[in-house]
C-alpha cells in the first residue's frame, strides 16, 4: 500500500499532462519547407479540463441563492442533487442558476446523495461542496490547481496554515483529532483533517473510491480508499463558515461512530465493503 503524497503548494516538479506528439524535424537535406512555421508549445496548451460541482441539499432554500452567487467561473457544471425538500431548494436553485442539473437522490443520507451526483456528473473534475453556506466556492480554483498539476484527489484541511473553522465545536474537534490520528496510524499517512466534506478529484478514478456508504461517513470512506489505492493526495488550506441558516443534520456522537466503524471496516487488510460474498 502507498502512503499519500502531501506538499506544499509549487514544492513538486509536476508531471507532464500534454499527451501531444512532439513535432518531427525535417528530414536531412531536405529544402522543403513547412507549411506553417513551428510554434511553442505553449501556443497550442491542452485542452482546459472541465469541472463538475455536485451540491447534496435538502430544505436549503435560504442558502442556496449565497452558494450560488460564489461559484467561480472556472465550473462548467453544477448538479443539485436533492434529498426530497419540502422547501423551495430546487425552485430557488433554478432560480438563481437556470443552467443547473437537477437531479434527485434515490435514498436518504448524505452519501447517497454525493454518489447520485458523482453518477450524473460529466466533467473531468469533480467537486464537492455543501450547500448550508459553511464552505467558500471560491476556494475551488485551490482545489483544481492541484488537479492540473497531477494530483489524483484534493481535499480542505481546516487545520493548516490559511485554514481555520468559525463553526466547529470543542467535541467536534476532539473527535476530528481522534479519528484523524486513527487513520493516520493505519495508512503511515499525515494528514491533518478527516471530517471535512469539501473535496475534488478525477472522476476517472471514481470507480478506484468504490463509495458505498449513505451517511456522512462517506467523507471518510473516499479518503480511506484514496489512500488504500494509492492515488496521490493533496491538501489546501480551507475555512469553515458557520451555517447560514437553519439546523445542521450532522449528529457529532453518532456519525462519530459511524465514521469510526467505517476506518475500522476499511482498515488495510480487512475486505472492502459491499465485496462480500454471495
Request: net charge negative.
Given at each position: 500500500?502507498?502512503?499519500?503524497?502531501?506538499?506544499?503548494?509549487?514544492?513538486?516538479?509536476?508531471?507532464?499532462?500534454?499527451?501531444?506528439?512532439?513535432?518531427?524535424?525535417?528530414?536531412?537535406?531536405?529544402?522543403?519547407?513547412?507549411?506553417?512555421?513551428?510554434?511553442?508549445?505553449?501556443?497550442?496548451?491542452?485542452?482546459?479540463?472541465?469541472?463538475?460541482?455536485?451540491?447534496?441539499?435538502?430544505?436549503?432554500?435560504r442558502n442556496i441563492?449565497?452558494?450560488?452567487?460564489?461559484?467561480?467561473?472556472?465550473?462548467?457544471?453544477?448538479?443539485?442533487?436533492?434529498?426530497?425538500?419540502?422547501?423551495?431548494?430546487?425552485?430557488?436553485?433554478?432560480?438563481?442558476?437556470?443552467?443547473?442539473?437537477?437531479?434527485?437522490?434515490?435514498?436518504?443520507?448524505?452519501?447517497?446523495?454525493?454518489?447520485?451526483?458523482?453518477?450524473?456528473?460529466?466533467?473531468?473534475?469533480?467537486?464537492?461542496?455543501?450547500?448550508?453556506?459553511?464552505?467558500?466556492?471560491?476556494?475551488?480554483?485551490?482545489?483544481?490547481?492541484?488537479?492540473?498539476?497531477?494530483?489524483?484527489?484534493?481535499?480542505?484541511?481546516?487545520?493548516?496554515?490559511?485554514?481555520?473553522?468559525?463553526?466547529?465545536?470543542?467535541?467536534?474537534?476532539?473527535?476530528?483529532?481522534?479519528?484523524?490520528?486513527?487513520?493516520?496510524?493505519?495508512?503511515?499517512?499525515?494528514?491533518?483533517?478527516?471530517?471535512?466534506?469539501?473535496?475534488?478529484?478525477?472522476?476517472?478514478?471514481?470507480?478506484?473510491?468504490?463509495?458505498?456508504?449513505?451517511?456522512?461517513?462517506?467523507?471518510?470512506?473516499?479518503?480511506?480508499?484514496?489512500?488504500?489505492?494509492?492515488?496521490?493526495?493533496?491538501?489546501?488550506?480551507?475555512?469553515?463558515?458557520?451555517?447560514?441558516?437553519?439546523?445542521?443534520?450532522?449528529?457529532?456522537?453518532?456519525?462519530?461512530?459511524?465514521?469510526?466503524?467505517?476506518?475500522l471496516a476499511e482498515?488495510?487488510?480487512?475486505?472492502?465493503?459491499?465485496?462480500?460474498?454471495?
Amino acid at each position: 500500500m502507498n502512503a499519500s503524497h502531501l506538499t506544499e503548494p509549487g514544492a513538486f516538479d509536476p508531471p507532464s499532462r500534454n499527451g501531444a506528439a512532439a513535432p518531427q524535424p525535417a528530414a536531412r537535406g531536405s529544402t522543403d519547407r513547412p507549411a506553417h512555421p513551428l510554434r511553442r508549445a505553449e501556443d497550442h496548451p491542452p485542452p482546459r479540463a472541465t469541472v463538475s460541482l455536485v451540491v447534496p441539499a435538502r430544505n436549503e432554500a435560504r442558502n442556496i441563492p449565497w452558494v450560488f452567487e460564489q461559484i467561480p467561473d472556472c465550473v462548467d457544471e453544477v448538479i443539485l442533487v436533492d434529498g426530497d425538500s419540502s422547501d423551495a431548494t430546487v425552485h430557488m436553485a433554478r432560480h438563481c442558476l437556470p443552467t443547473v442539473r437537477h437531479v434527485q437522490q434515490s435514498g436518504p443520507g448524505k452519501g447517497n446523495a454525493l454518489r447520485t451526483g458523482f453518477l450524473a456528473a460529466g466533467g473531468d473534475y469533480i467537486v464537492m461542496i455543501d450547500a448550508d453556506g459553511s464552505m467558500l466556492p471560491e476556494e475551488i480554483p485551490h482545489y483544481l490547481h492541484f488537479l492540473d498539476n497531477g494530483y489524483d484527489f484534493v481535499k480542505g484541511s481546516r487545520f493548516i496554515a490559511g485554514g481555520g473553522s468559525l463553526d466547529i465545536t470543542r467535541i467536534r474537534r476532539w473527535g476530528n483529532l481522534a479519528l484523524l490520528t486513527t487513520v493516520n496510524h493505519l495508512y503511515h499517512a499525515s494528514l491533518t483533517d478527516l471530517c471535512y466534506g469539501y473535496c475534488a478529484f478525477r472522476r476517472s478514478f471514481l470507480d478506484d473510491l468504490d463509495l458505498h456508504s449513505t451517511g456522512f461517513e462517506i467523507e471518510t470512506e473516499m479518503i480511506a480508499h484514496a489512500l488504500r489505492s494509492g492515488l496521490r493526495i493533496a491538501e489546501v488550506p480551507s475555512l469553515e463558515l458557520p451555517r447560514r441558516s437553519g439546523r445542521s443534520n450532522l449528529h457529532a456522537v453518532s456519525d462519530g461512530r459511524r465514521v469510526l466503524r467505517t476506518l475500522l471496516a476499511e482498515r488495510p487488510g480487512a475486505q472492502p465493503a459491499g465485496t462480500g460474498s454471495s
